[in-house]
């Protein structure tokens, strides 16, 4: 499986005392497991990065840019698509609706990526599958 991974998810793996850890761990696992190619891009590692010292701390950071990057595809952001990006967050007009998340989206669309893990509502708003444990919603 091809799946691209979003800030909420990494987080709850990270995060013990997130909600969504327990689902987040076996969801990770389970694409461990499976050989999933994972898919990333350079402002969810950045927007991660600093959700998680801010967080939790230095620790928490060291740990995903050690044991968890290494595991990612990682497509960085150009000019282009951080343009685009903007583009359709300012058309959205929705406070809930991030530039890492629009760029995420287009992202996913070029490179063909149909499967999302995260805890966003918004991949599914905008037609993507989201995995979680192994399930499709």
Known sequence: MIAFVDTSAFYAVLDADDDNHQTAKE??????????????????????????????????????????VPLLQVEY??????????????????????????????????????DAFCFAAHFAEQGFTTRLAGKTR
Not at 82 to 92: D, F, T
């Open 77 to 114: 952001v150009t000019e282009e698509m951080h343009r685009s990006g903007v583009e359709a967050v300012l058309a959205a007009g929705r406070k809930r609706l991030s530039l890492v998340d629009c760029v995420s989206f287009q992202v996913m669309r070029q490179l063909g990526i149909r």
């Open 27 to 68: 969801t990770w696992i389970t694409l461990l497991r499976q050989s999933s190619t994972l898919f990333t891009t350079n402002y969810v590692l950045l927007e991660t990065a600093a959700l998680l010292q801010h967080r939790i701390g230095l620790t928490a950071v060291r740990s995903f840019h050690e044991d968890v």
